[in-house]
């Protein structure tokens, strides 16, 4: 049993409390956060044992703790921590940059793994902190010189245990792997809504007519403001050599644009590239996923969930797809094993309905 403390509870800090408080592994979960608010919050409701107003020895007894904060307190933080935990407790972090950070923990006194989750950052808050945010999501694990093999043992059950799946990478490629996985699209996604914003009109057509593909592309744009621009302050050199190369794919696409020949070709690689890797898990599977054609009209969902239920299916989630121009469908269903799929795809045909597995 491991005793937990978190530093920072908002979204992705309260999330992890509750992902951890609701595992067999741990014993209790102390946190800090500067919202006072929050942690009474959490504390009520039963997801933390106790809180402190401050960084102090509160955290003496954790075996490990979590920094949940901005990327540019990390290394602050970790200073800190090392003053107050006990000699084997692990400190490790869920920043999205690590250079830094990795850099700041040779100092440490204590044993340190860098930790990043790659799981949504649209929201912020306590509040919209979510029990099953890390299941089957990517949680990367990136050795430092103070990391042991304990330590990233340790990290790694605590992983496992809130149903993410660990991925570890050498620090001299995450900064550059996230830059271009996460970070240039991020900043692509801020610079396509500033776009619209400045060549709208008055009566904000555009906006008004951005649904489906754009709304896609740039939701991630509603991501924190202060987090986002910490992270591009904190992973700068990585994220200009990334969009340095960007710069050079659109401005290739801007010289052959009247070349059908290429303008195809580059779109059909990219296609076929996009195509390999949809919903692709670690075991190289698609999800367990159906699509389903269904009339907007009552009680028509509730037909399909009792249909499933009737026949001992159980659903893992359900969406209404409001977005269907590269969807079949306007019901999206994923289900808890491929046999409980198939099962469904047989029923539902022979029920009538129009149905896709999500290849």
Not at 18 to 30: F, G, M, Q, R, Y
Not at 191 to 197: A, E, G, P, R, T
Request: hydrophobic letters at 35%; proline letters at 2%.
């Amino acid at each position: 049993m491991y005793n937990i403390g978190i530093i920072g509870l908002g979204f992705l800090g309260g999330s992890l409390a509750k992902s951890l408080k609701s595992t067999d592994i741990v014993n209790k979960i102390i946190a800090y956060d500067i919202d006072i608010d929050s942690l009474k919050l959490a504390k009520n409701e039963n997801v933390i044992t106790d809180y402190s107003d401050k960084i102090d020895d509160k955290f003496y007894e954790c075996d490990i703790v979590f920094i949940c904060t901005p990327v540019k307190y990390i290394p602050i933080i970790e200073q800190e921590l090392d003053k107050v935990v006990n000699e084997n407790c692990i400190i490790t972090d869920t920043g999205s940059t690590k250079k830094k950070i990795i850099e700041q923990s040779k100092k440490l006194h204590r044993e340190f793994v860098g930790g990043h989750p790659m799981v949504g950052s649209e929201r912020s808050g306590y509040k919209t902190s979510k029990e099953f945010l890390f299941e089957n999501s990517y949680y990367i694990i990136t050795k430092s010189p103070k990391s042991t093999d304990r330590a990233i043992n340790t990290l790694k059950d605590l992983i496992l245990a809130i149903k993410a799946i660990p991925i570890i990478i050498d620090e001299d490629k995450h900064d550059y792997i996230t830059a271009t996985i996460s970070h240039v699209p991020h900043v692509i996604a801020f610079s396509l809504v500033s776009l619209v914003k400045q060549l709208d009109d008055k009566n904000e057509t555009m906006k008004n007519l951005a649904a489906g593909g754009f709304k896609d592309i740039t939701r991630i744009a509603s991501s924190d403001p202060l987090m986002w621009e910490n992270i591009c302050s904190e992973n700068k050199d990585e994220i200009l050599k990334i969009l340095s190369i960007f710069k050079e794919i659109i401005n290739q696409f801007e010289q052959n644009i009247s070349n059908s020949e290429i303008t195809y070709n580059f779109i059909d690689s990219a296609k076929k590239y996009r195509d390999s890797f949809i919903n692709k898990k670690v075991n190289g599977n698609t999800m367990p996923e159906l699509n389903i054609n269904i009339k907007d009209e009552n009680g028509a969902l509730a037909k399909i969930v009792n249909i499933l239920s009737d026949n001992d299916i159980g659903i893992k989630n359900i969406e209404i797809l409001n977005n269907r121009e590269n969807n079949y469908g306007v019901l999206k269903i994923v289900f808890y094993t491929y046999e409980q799929m198939e099962k469904a795809y047989k029923i539902l045909k022979e029920f009538g309905y129009e149905v896709k597995e999500n290849t």
